[in-house]
């Protein structure tokens, strides 16, 4: 699979995994479009300067548009690209949060941790 068919398939997943498979129905509010819209921001700049500077390089056969072989650094806007980064680091990006925050909501309302312990374990508090 090409990179941008596993960022596809990743954003799709964590939509489905949202709104069937845990019912948390993150995509339907609109706290966590809010939300979102603050990281993708503070996304776009740390993959920007990863891929501007030239740490992180991708193939261009793998990527939405992208050159092969890459000549000089890549644009910061155009050719597939959103600062400096493929499109799809945003749908992984999009991915890994909404997995994240749904199965945060998912063990919440199950009440699991919802009264974290300090200290050592209770196991060891025993004696």
């Excluded at 920007?48 to 991708?58: A, D, E, L």
């Excluded at 949060?97 to 749904?102: A, F, K, N, P, T």
């Amino acid at each position: 699979m090409t990179y941008t068919q596993l960022a596809v398939t990743a954003a799709v997943a964590a939509v489905i995994a949202d709104l069937w498979l845990l019912r948390t129905q993150l995509v339907r509010r609109r706290v966590f479009w809010t939300s979102y819209a603050i990281i993708v921001f503070f996304q776009l700049i740390t993959n920007g300067m990863f891929t501007g500077f030239g740490v992180v390089k991708y193939d261009g056969d793998a990527i939405v548009g992208g050159t092969s072989p890459p000549v000089g650094p890549p644009p910061f806007l155009g050719d597939g690209r959103i600062a400096y980064a493929p499109v799809e680091d945003l749908l992984f990006g999009f991915a890994l949060i909404l997995l994240s925050l749904s199965l945060w909501v998912l063990w919440g309302r199950r009440g699991i941790e919802r009264t974290p312990l300090a200290g050592p374990p209770i196991w060891r508090r025993r004696g």
